[in-house]
């Protein structure tokens, strides 16, 4: 059964940072594209930050330069830390891991305060 479980998700003012974590069981996290998507209230989810099974990230323009994603082989767990964080990246964070299947998280609230 695969699981991907996202944690560290919490409430920070703008100018501060959280590191998301998402860790994988049932796949080798390695071997997948993983992808941390968000979605705030009313909106579409977007794909924030890609890091491909081949290690090369790509990240979406608002968060570029601030948000860095990462993986530990060892840990089997993907990682997005995110700093000088702003209001408008309040959303919920998703992980995912894609191959010839996709699998998604629960996701994880990060609120930024004013």
């Known amino acids: 059964q695969v699981q991907l479980v996202e944690s560290g998700g919490g409430l920070v003012q703008a100018g501060g940072s959280l590191r998301l974590s998402c860790a994988a069981s049932g796949i080798i996290a390695s071997e997948y594209n993983m992808e941390w998507y968000c979605q705030a209230p009313g909106e579409q989810r977007e794909l924030v930050a890609t890091i491909t099974s081949g290690g090369t990230t790509n990240y979406a323009d608002s968060v570029k330069c601030r948000f860095t994603i990462s993986r530990d082989n060892a840990k089997n767990t993907v990682y997005l830390q995110m700093n000088s964080l702003k209001p408008e990246d309040t959303a919920v964070y998703y992980c995912?891991?894609?191959?010839?299947?996709?699998?998604w998280g629960q996701g994880t609230q990060v609120t930024v305060s004013s």
């Open positions: 995912r891991a894609k191959r010839w299947y996709v699998y």
